[in-house]
């Protein structure tokens, strides 16, 4: 099982838990409610781990990207300087990192549209699947499945490339 250390994380997760369980099944008699609340909140727990999972990875990689106050400006285009008492400033490191967040960038483009833009939102901008289908003007369960196709297509991308997470 997994476990959620964050208590503001797991707070928001029960409170997730119990509004499913009352929006979808709060007809249902109360005798089933705890059976459905544990399968409903131990979901919720395994969503959490997955995107926080996958956030960490692609957080990593992006990480030397600097946000801008500008909103026009595309983060992917700009590298944050690097912390250099951490000894990570180094020339050759630099234009490591500039190179494989060149290659994540073509790849991001090469998505299709609907994966990109789930996957952007997701991942960017941090949105949450409820905040991201609203936008994006479809189901959380489409969502979740441009999602997956989209980090799996990049990990499939990066691997052939010989790059390694």
């Not at 997994?2 to 997760?13: G, K, M, P, V």
């Not at 781990?49 to 996958?54: G, P, Q």
């Not at 499945?145 to 052939?160: D, G, I, P, Q």
């Amino acid at each position: 099982m997994f476990a959620i250390r964050n208590e503001e994380t797991a707070l928001d997760i029960v409170q997730d838990a119990m509004m499913r369980l009352a929006e979808k099944y709060g007809d249902r008699p109360k005798g089933e409610w705890p059976m459905l609340f544990q399968r409903i909140l131990q979901n919720a727990i395994r969503d959490s781990y997955r995107r926080s999972r996958v956030r960490s990875l692609w957080t990593t990689l992006l990480s030397s990207i600097s946000f801008s106050d500008d909103d026009d400006a595309d983060p992917l285009e700009t590298i944050a300087a690097e912390n250099e008492s951490e000894g990570l400033a180094t020339p050759h490191r630099q234009l490591e990192r500039s190179q494989l967040l060149g290659i994540i960038e073509k790849e991001i483009e090469k998505l299709p549209p609907r994966q990109r833009e789930a996957f952007l939102m997701r991942y960017w901008e941090e949105m949450d699947i409820a905040e991201t289908a609203a936008a994006m003007g479809c189901t959380e369960g489409s969502v979740k499945t441009h999602c997956s196709r989209a980090t799996h297509t990049l990990a499939a991308a990066l691997k052939a490339k010989g790059i390694e997470l």
